[in-house]
């Protein structure tokens, strides 16, 4: 089986997003990388879900961290009754697929992967360690290979020396439209918004881009019109933590008003990321809101005086009428159309 990490950034290794190996669960630590490399060391399930709550990894990250943490609750639970241990690995599963509430229903379809490897390993009398470590490997590898369309969909868009901007770190879909543009040789800028608190667009997203031999310039949340207005962008792209069948694109805060100032400049937007069955509307979808103290810090850094409030949405919602087109594994379709995902 040929790893679909190839030519991909060092965060985007398999190792370096979230590993198992010998009891314990190694997360690289994205809320400090690159400015230090240091990975969270997990022997516990529960902790791989602290993790994934906590930050530590985040975007598509966590689907590799729970699924990793699954085959560190398969390990734990060796010597148990099986029936013991089937309950153990369904508490695990809801456990991990439930750190973050938005992207729960998705996380669910990595966890339930596990479990159902270990159910059946144990049907069958086969080792369920090695059942679930292969399952965790295909998992991946799958939905590497999922983004590697959606790359080369949003890369058709980008013209030969043209310029693209980005929101957030959109993983998978970015590092595949990185890799896409690499093939087809264009050469190509990158605009990052830095995307606050956590910096991931200035030191995750240029990082990867960096790593991979683009020219790229770092903004802050605040420029994205200005800068469609006065450096010829081309292309705004992100990726989706949930894209609902009628074509709203959930993603890190921020995403909507840079669609809003793409529909006023003539900037197309594509979005990237299958949409989710099981958030056929948007009224299906929890915005999660995170430690309001995190807004008034840069990094650990303290910004204001006591007594200023913040407030952190970590996400919000761009409609179907700010969107040109979203990119999925079988074509890019109008948000309209995106039910015919499923024909």
């Given at each position: 089986?040929?790893?679909?990490?190839?030519g991909?950034g060092f965060?985007m290794?398999?190792e370096?997003?979230?590993w198992?190996d010998k009891?314990?669960v190694?997360?690289?630590?994205r809320r400090?990388y690159?400015i230090?490399?240091?990975f969270v060391?997990c022997?516990?399930?529960?902790q791989?879900?602290q993790?994934?709550a906590d930050?530590v990894?985040?975007?598509?990250?966590?689907?590799t961290?729970?699924?990793?943490g699954m085959?560190?609750a398969?390990?734990?639970?060796?010597g148990?009754?099986e029936?013991?241990r089937r309950?153990?690995?369904?508490k695990?599963?809801w456990?991990?697929s439930h750190?973050r509430p938005t992207t729960?229903?998705?996380m669910?379809?990595?966890?339930?992967?596990i479990?159902?490897?270990?159910?059946k390993?144990?049907d069958?009398g086969?080792n369920?360690m090695?059942a679930?470590?292969?399952?965790?490997?295909i998992?991946l590898?799958?939905?590497?290979?999922?983004?590697?369309p959606?790359?080369k969909i949003?890369?058709d868009?980008v013209?030969?020396g043209?310029s693209?901007?980005t929101?957030?770190?959109?993983?998978?879909?970015?590092?595949?439209?990185l890799?896409?543009?690499?093939?087809?040789?264009?050469d190509?800028?990158?605009?990052?918004?830095?995307?606050?608190?956590?910096f991931?667009?200035a030191?995750?997203?240029?990082?990867?881009?960096v790593?991979?031999?683009?020219?790229?310039?770092v903004?802050?949340?605040?420029m994205p019109?200005?800068?469609?207005?006065t450096?010829?962008?081309d292309?705004f792209?992100?990726?989706?933590d949930?894209?609902t069948v009628d074509g709203h694109?959930?993603?890190?805060?921020g995403?909507?008003?840079i669609?809003m100032a793409?529909?006023?400049?003539?900037?197309?937007y594509?979005a990237?990321?299958n949409?989710?069955?099981?958030?056929?509307g948007?009224?299906s979808v929890?915005i999660?809101?995170r430690?309001?103290?995190?807004t008034l810090h840069?990094?650990?850094?303290?910004?204001?005086k006591?007594?200023v409030?913040?407030?952190y949405?970590?996400?919000?919602?761009?409609p179907?009428?700010f969107?040109?087109?979203?990119a999925t594994?079988k074509g890019?379709?109008?948000?309209a159309?995106l039910?015919?995902?499923?024909?």
């Open positions: 089986m040929q790893r679909e990490d190839h991909l965060i290794q398999y370096n997003v979230a198992y009891g314990k190694r997360i690289l630590d400090i690159p230090r490399t240091e060391e022997t516990h399930h529960s791989v879900a993790a994934i930050m990894t985040q975007s598509g990250g966590p689907y961290a729970a699924s990793m085959v560190l398969c390990y734990e639970s060796e148990m009754a029936k013991e309950e153990y690995l369904e695990a599963a456990t991990l750190a729960s229903a998705k669910m379809t990595y966890t339930g992967s479990q159902n490897a270990a159910f390993a144990m069958e086969k369920v090695e679930a470590q292969e399952q965790a490997i998992d590898n799958k939905r590497y290979s999922k983004s590697v959606i790359g949003v890369a868009h013209p030969d043209g693209i901007l929101q957030f770190w959109a993983e998978l879909d970015i590092a595949m439209v890799r896409a543009l690499k093939e087809q040789n264009k190509v800028k990158v605009f990052c918004s830095e995307t606050r608190p956590y991931q667009g030191r995750l997203t240029a990082s990867c881009a790593d991979m031999g683009f020219d790229v310039t903004i802050s949340d605040n019109a200005y800068t469609m207005k450096k010829g962008i292309l792209t992100s990726a989706a949930v894209t694109i959930v993603n890190k805060v995403t909507f008003q669609a793409c529909k006023y400049y003539g900037v197309p594509i990237a990321g949409p989710n069955p099981a958030h056929p948007i009224d929890v999660e809101e430690d309001p103290e995190l840069a990094m650990d850094i303290k910004l204001t006591d007594g409030k913040g407030y949405p970590a996400f919000d919602v761009t179907p009428e969107v040109t087109g979203i594994d890019l379709f109008k948000p159309d039910y015919k995902y499923f024909e």
